[in-house]
């Protein structure tokens, strides 16, 4: 007959045994948290993309191709964010009919920072919060603008979170481009390759998608 004896773990070892898991817990949880929310962004961003383009589709049907939309009269000009009489009336004539269950916030908006803005609490904001917001069933939100400076493309930018934060260009907030000439909903600065945008490049800082603490206007636009 066997007469086997089991040593217990002493506290020490108990006490070393917990360090070490919540050393490795503190180091693989971040990632793991970076990696989810960056996994949910995407997911959310596919479902805007896919929203958007069966809007201009339907948009299309009805009004033509995007070439032939009366674009010139909704252009935003002169480089003033606030100088725009017609910016809302290109979303409400050629977008938000082909969507469904769209509420359009007037009042009690929130600001959308920029990506170069992330630890920046200056004047680092982006232009949402400057006109009407569009807010969808799904909780995402999003505006639309024709600015003088992107080549005649309509753009759509959305927030994927709505209101809830971190509210970030390129982060959780994203441009999509209208192009004319396609009739097609394209991410904005999608001729861009990624070494481009991290600055690998000679793009403007601007249109660069990577966070530091100066302020340059549009930052995170393009990712």
Known sequence: MYNFKFRGFTLAEVLITLGIIGVV???????????????????????????????VKLSVEDNGEVASWDLDSYKEGGGDWKDMPNA??????????Y???????????????TLSGYKNNGNDYYFWWERDIYYMQNGMAFVVAM????????????DVNGRRPPNIMGIDTFSFWIDPQTSNVVMAGYQYSKDELLGKGTLKDSMLCKKDNSWVYYRGGYC
Do not use: C
Not at 90 to 96: E, G, K, M, S
Not at 106 to 113: A, E, G, L, Q, T
Not at 147 to 158: E, F, K, L, S
């Open 88 to 97: 809302e009336n290109l979303a409400d004539h050629y977008i938000v009919p």
């Open 25 to 55: 817990a503190a180091i693989t949880l971040p990632l793991l948290i970076t990696n989810y929310k960056k996994a949910e962004a995407t997911s959310k961003l596919r479902a805007a993309y896919s929203i958007f383009s069966q809007a």
């Open 99 to 113: 969507m469904t269950g769209i509420t359009k916030i007037s009042k009690d908006k929130w600001k959308i920072r």
């Open 147 to 158: 600015p003088y400076n992107t080549g005649g493309y309509p753009v759509i930018t959305v």
